[in-house]
């Protein structure tokens, strides 16, 4: 049997990378390509937990004229569609998935319960953290590095689209930008490198959650991560 390197792994997906080629919306190939992964760690023993954005449908931030508030809750919805989208993806090939929302929607899903979230991950299934933190404000990157600590993870994955790890500079503008293979935390925060937002970053400084950034335009990278291949760029403390 495969040995892989991590037990329990938060895997944040952006929204974006749920739409493929498309930038909008949901790509059902690309969901089915994910899911097929998520699946294969599922054989292996990882206990999965997702957090999903909402990106492709909805990005609070990039709003002018709206409220900030109403604008951040809308984008939660955008999340929960996605974690909706996924989870079907994943029950059509056999893998037993709950979702849970940090804002209460008790007919489409069960509300984010940390102890009972705890045992779906020691019982096998996948569960999916939708709706962010359930506050404006907050990222879903931020988010995923909470739900991290909270369920205690090994590690959290963080699977971009369009780029395979952190670079000193945008590579898709700087030919000669410079990957980095380890970084700690407090150089991500000092060189304000891009990675997610300076909340998430402190709050997995803090609590130590090593942080691995990888692409996921080929999705068996989330698989070959977990079984230890130095893929990305690894962010811990030394």
Same mark, same amino acid.
């Given at each position: 049997m495969t040995k892989a390197k991590y037990k329990r792994v938060v895997l944040k997906l952006s929204g974006e990378a749920l739409s493929g080629k498309k930038g909008f919306g949901i790509d059902e190939n690309t969901i089915t390509k994910i899911s097929n992964e998520i699946k294969r760690l599922n054989e292996i023993g990882v206990e999965v937990a997702i957090v999903v954005g909402g990106g492709n449908l909805w990005r609070g931030r990039s709003s002018k004229g709206m409220d900030r508030t109403t604008s951040d809750y809308m984008g939660m919805l955008g999340t929960v569609i996605n974690a909706l989208a996924l989870q079907d993806a994943l029950e059509t090939i056999g893998v037993i998935t709950r979702v849970q929302t940090a804002i209460e929607m008790r007919q489409i899903a069960e509300p984010y319960i940390r102890r009972r979230a705890i045992r779906h991950l020691? &019982? %096998?299934? =996948? =569960?999916?953290?939708?709706?962010?933190? %359930? @506050?404006?404000?907050?990222?879903? !990157?931020?988010?995923? +590095? /909470?739900?991290?600590?909270?369920?205690?993870? !090994? =590690?959290? /994955?963080? +699977? &971009?689209? %369009?780029?395979? %790890? =952190?670079? !000193?500079? !945008?590579?898709?503008? @700087?030919?000669?930008?410079k990957k980095f293979e380890h970084l700690r935390y407090i150089d991500v925060l000092n060189l304000g490198l891009g990675v997610m937002d300076s909340t998430a970053t402190s709050l997995c400084m803090d609590n130590k959650i090593p942080l691995i950034v990888f692409g996921i335009d080929s999705p068996d990278n989330i698989l070959n991560v977990v079984l230890g291949e130095k893929i990305g760029t690894e962010i811990k403390e030394d």
């Open positions: 020691e &019982k %096998g299934r =996948v =569960v999916i953290f939708a709706a962010g933190s %359930g @506050n404006p404000y907050f990222t879903t !990157d931020t988010a995923a +590095a /909470l739900r991290a600590a909270e369920v205690e993870a !090994d =590690v959290m /994955l963080l +699977a &971009k689209k %369009g780029v395979d %790890g =952190v670079y !000193d500079s !945008d590579p898709h503008e @700087n030919i000669s930008a």
